[in-house]
Nanobody, 124 residues
Framework: QVQLMESGGGSVQAGGTLRLSCAASGLTVSSRCMGWFRQPPGKEREGVAAIAADGSRTYADSAKGRFTLSRDNAKNVLYLQMNSLTPEDTAIYYC??????????????????WGQGTQVTVSS
């Protein structure tokens, strides 16, 4: 059974940083396509970034240059380092995992397992 547990959310001021963590069980983070999504208040969920089993990363335009995906294979944890945060980054952030190696079509896939989400609030 796949379980994903996010942590690291919180409240920061604009320009601040946060690192989100996603502890996984039931799968190996280094051998699956995994990603981060977010749902801003009153909006639909949107993709932030994804990493395939081969280590290739894809970032949404909103994340490029500010957010960095990484993983700790020994701990089986996926991270999202978020820098230069703005109020527009305020959202619930979700960790997502597939049972495939690649991330083809990662934005629109419907086969994700989801974590419960962690709140990120950025104040101006």
């Amino acid at each position: 059974q796949v379980q994903l547990m996010e942590s690291g959310g919180g409240s920061v001021q604009a320009g601040g940083t946060l690192r989100l963590s996603c502890a996984a069980s039931g799968l190996t983070v280094s051998s699956r396509c995994m990603g981060w999504f977010r749902q801003p208040p009153g909006k639909e969920r949107e993709g932030v970034a994804a990493i395939a089993a081969d280590g290739s990363r894809t970032y949404a335009d909103s994340a490029k240059g500010r957010f960095t995906l990484s993983r700790d294979n020994a701990k089986n944890v996926l991270y999202l380092q978020m820098n230069s945060l703005t109020p527009e980054d305020t959202a619930i952030y979700y960790c997502a995992a597939t049972l495939t190696f690649g991330c083809t079509g990662w934005i629109d896939r419907t086969d994700y397992h989801w974590g419960q989400g962690t709140q990120v609030t950025v104040s101006s």
